[in-house]
C-alpha cells in the first residue's frame, strides 16, 4: 500500500463522524413540532415506548389550551412533525390527521394541575413491572442515590421521591379526575405510574421532562436490578 493511500485509509478510520444536523438540533429546535417528534423518536429509541406504546404532549397555547400530541396508534418509531395533531381540553382534535389517544384527558389534567407544558407517558419494560410489583403499596420510592438531583427542585441525595401507583382504568373521565385531585394535594410530585401499564411524568418545558424520563427510567432498572439482588423471601 503507498504512503498516500495508507494515510488516506488511517484518516478515515480515526475520525469520528458527526451527529446529523436534525440531530443536534432536535430536542432545542424552536419549532415545537420539530422538537416533540425528536423526543418521541428518541424515547422510542430508547426502548420506553415500543410500537404504538406511550403518548406525548406539549402546551401548543393556554387560551384556549391545545396540546400537540402523536396521534393513537402510530408506531412512535416514525413519527414526523407533520404527523403531528392538536387536540383540546375535551380531548378533540381540531387540527391534523388522526386520532386522539384516549388518554389526552390525562394529559389536560396534568397539564391543569402543574402549570406543565409537557407529558411524557412511556412503557418501558422496566417501568410497566415494578408498576404491577408496587402497586399494593400505592407507591414507589426512591432515595439515597445522586442521580435523585437529576430531577427538578431535588438538592439532596437524602431526599425521599415517590411516584404514586394507581390502579389502571378505562375510564379515562374519571382517572383524569383522580389524578387532577392527587396532584392538587401534592403539587411536588414528579410524576405518577399506572399499574401495568406505566409512567406519567412532566415538565416546565419539553427538555425537563425528557430529563425527568430519563432519570425516573434509570431508577426503574436500577430498582428492578436491586431487587434481583434480594433472595425472594426479602423482597418488599
Known amino acids: 500500500m503507498s504512503q498516500k493511500k495508507a494515510a488516506r485509509t488511517k484518516a478515515t478510520k480515526s475520525t469520528p463522524r458527526s451527529a446529523p444536523a436534525a440531530s443536534s438540533k432536535g430536542l432545542h429546535s424552536s419549532d415545537l413540532r420539530e422538537a416533540l417528534s425528536w423526543t418521541i423518536t428518541d424515547i422510542h429509541a430508547q426502548g420506553w415506548a415500543r410500537g404504538t406504546g406511550g403518548n406525548f404532549s406539549a402546551v401548543r397555547r393556554r387560551q384556549p389550551l391545545t396540546l400537540l400530541m402523536a396521534p393513537s396508534s402510530v408506531d ?13 381540553e375535551a380531548a378533540q382534535v381540531v387540527a391534523g390527521n388522526g386520532r386522539a389517544s384516549a388518554e389526552t384527558l390525562l394529559h389536560v389534567a396534568i397539564v391543569q394541575a402543574t ?3 409537557a407529558v411524557l407517558h412511556t412503557h418501558s419494560v422496566f417501568g410497566t413491572l415494578l408498576s404491577a410489583y408496587y402497586a399494593p403499596r ?99
Open 76 to 88: 412512535k418509531g416514525l413519527i414526523e412533525p407533520d404527523t403531528l395533531i392538536e387536540v383540546n
Open 115 to 117: 402549570g406543565a407544558n
Open 138 to 236: 400505592g407507591e414507589i420510592v426512591f432515595s439515597g442515590y445522586e442521580m435523585l438531583k437529576g430531577l427538578e427542585n431535588i438538592q439532596s441525595h437524602e431526599t425521599r421521591v415517590s411516584l404514586p401507583v394507581l390502579p389502571n382504568s378505562q375510564n379515562m373521565a374519571q382517572l383524569s379526575q383522580q389524578v387532577r385531585d392527587m396532584l392538587q394535594r401534592h403539587p411536588d410530585l414528579h410524576g405518577l405510574m399506572l399499574a401495568g401499564h406505566g409512567l406519567y411524568t412532566w415538565g416546565e418545558s419539553l427538555f425537563q421532562a425528557r430529563r425527568h424520563v430519563e432519570i425516573l427510567e434509570f431508577f426503574f432498572e436500577l430498582t428492578y436490578q436491586r431487587l434481583m439482588l434480594i433472595p425472594p423471601h426479602r423482597r418488599g
